[in-house]
């Protein structure tokens, strides 16, 4: 069982830009989104919010053999895709972390853009679903300059669903999980579209980001009550700007929650309501 605590992260106070330039880091680093804080500005303020989602990962890692994390929030443009590559990009800190991202986002493919791998046409995931030929390791890009592994989304030929219903997908997930210490999957919003229901039969569980003060509550709640209650590992307040002091007293307050069934959504989540948190409308 997993504690309360695994369960939620805030990159609280994220001051990253909101028109993101892309930045170019030498030559052997791509043009990567001035947005991703824990590739270009590991030292900042911003990449240690990052550090301490890392952390809780770190400890599903460890504690729980967890490996394969997706990451999805209830609507579009939430903010997955800065959070999984920025979560990515912490965890890659450590040396000898052999960490990749895939792009499940088939839809709107979104993680070759903001790391600046360009218009490039090289296969991805949805190649790989295809084409049994293309093994993960013969398909995956090396970040050298940044310790990252990543799978871009690729070329679907058939539609989004049909391709992540596949059991292509969980053979490429195996790979994933034996050349991989840990796994980021970017992936659709969960509330409109279907792809989340597909991929977490193979993710050991489910970051899910919440948009502060953008985010509706009810979206979340059809969020939470779509994927699999056991497979919801916690919830990442993106853009959050409270003060420092109130972020650690709420954090207090959750603590004590501990001991509910936080597999069924009633304990911990009831009390997370109950606190009627100032980031969610
Ligand atoms: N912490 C943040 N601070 C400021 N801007 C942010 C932050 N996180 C994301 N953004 C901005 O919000 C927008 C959406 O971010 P992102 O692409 O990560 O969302 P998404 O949930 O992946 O979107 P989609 O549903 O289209 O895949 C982008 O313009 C991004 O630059
Ligand atoms: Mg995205």
């Not at 979560?87 to 450590?94: F, I, N, R, T, V």
């Not at 709107?108 to 360009?118: F, N, Q």
């Not at 997908?169 to 994933?176: F, P, Q, V």
Request: net charge positive; hydrophobic share 35%.
């Amino acid at each position: 069982m997993i504690a309360p605590l695994d369960r939620i992260e805030s990159p609280s106070r994220l001051a990253v830009a909101r028109h993101p330039r892309l930045i170019h880091d030498g030559p052997e680093r791509p043009r990567v989104s001035e947005q991703l804080v824990s590739l270009i500005a590991p030292d900042s303020f911003a990449a240690d919010q990052y550090r301490a989602l890392r952390h809780t990962v770190d400890r599903l890692r460890k504690e729980s053999g967890f490996q394969v994390f997706g990451v999805t929030s209830p609507g579009p443009g939430d903010g997955k895709t800065v959070t999984t590559l920025n979560l990515a990009g912490a965890l890659a800190q450590s040396e000898d972390a052999r960490v990749l991202v895939i792009d499940a986002d088939l839809r709107r493919p979104s993680v070759s853009k903001y790391l600046g791998l360009g218009p490039l046409r090289s296969p991805g995931l949805a190649d790989a679903i295809q084409n049994p030929e293309y093994d993960l390791a013969r398909i995956v890009r090396r970040l050298d300059g940044f310790n990252l592994s990543v799978l871009p989304a690729g070329a679907p030929q058939i539609s989004p669903y049909e391709l992540l219903n596949s059991p292509r997908l969980e053979s490429l997930l195996k790979e994933a999980r034996r050349d991989y210490d840990c796994v980021l999957i970017d992936t659709p919003p969960s509330v409109p579209m279907p792809d989340c229901r597909l991929i977490e039969r193979w993710v050991d569980g489910f970051l899910i980001v919440v948009a502060a003060h953008k985010t509706p509550r009810k979206l979340l709640v059809e969020a939470l009550n779509l994927l699999d209650p056991a497979k919801v590992l916690g919830v990442v307040f993106n853009g959050d700007d409270r003060p420092m002091s109130s972020y650690y007293g709420y954090y207090g307050d959750y603590y004590s929650a501990s001991g509910t069934d936080a597999n069924r959504h009633g304990g911990w989540w009831r009390r997370f309501w109950s606190r009627r948190h100032p980031s969610v409308k």
